[in-house]
């Protein structure tokens, strides 16, 4: 069974960091696109940022400049590295992977929380 665990969420001031882990069990996550998903209250689920099998990066133009995301192939875990964070990044993060027949796995979610 495909599962994704992310962690590394919490409370951070503005202008902090978090390093979002998503871990991947039953899936390698380095033959899929996997993309970094986030959801405040009372808003729709928005696309933050996605990696490729090959390596290719792509980010919202809300957290391009301050959001890195990258891979460990040996950990099979994909980080998402956030700087300079804002009020406004705050929601649950989820991490996906898009398996590409229609099959998509979705973690449980992480809150981060930018308040001072």
């Known amino acids: 069974q495909a599962q994704l665990a992310e962690s590394g969420g919490g409370l951070v001031q503005p202008g902090g960091s978090l390093r979002l882990s998503c871990l991947g069990s039953?899936?390698?996550?380095?033959?899929?696109?996997i993309g970094w998903y986030r959801q405040a209250p009372g808003e729709e689920r928005e696309g933050v940022s996605c990696?490729?099998?090959?390596?290719?990066?792509f980010y919202a133009d809300s957290v391009k400049g301050r959001f890195t995301i990258s891979r460990d192939n040996a950990k099979n875990t994909v980080y998402l590295q956030m700087n300079s964070l804002k009020p406004e990044d705050t929601a649950v993060y989820y991490c996906?992977?898009?398996?590409?027949?229609?099959?998509?796995?979705w973690g449980q979610g992480t809150q981060v929380t930018v308040s001072s």
């Open positions: 996906n992977a898009d398996i590409g027949d229609g099959t998509y796995y």
């Open positions: 039953g899936l390698r996550l380095d033959y899929y696109v």
């Open positions: 990696i490729s099998s090959s390596g290719s990066e």
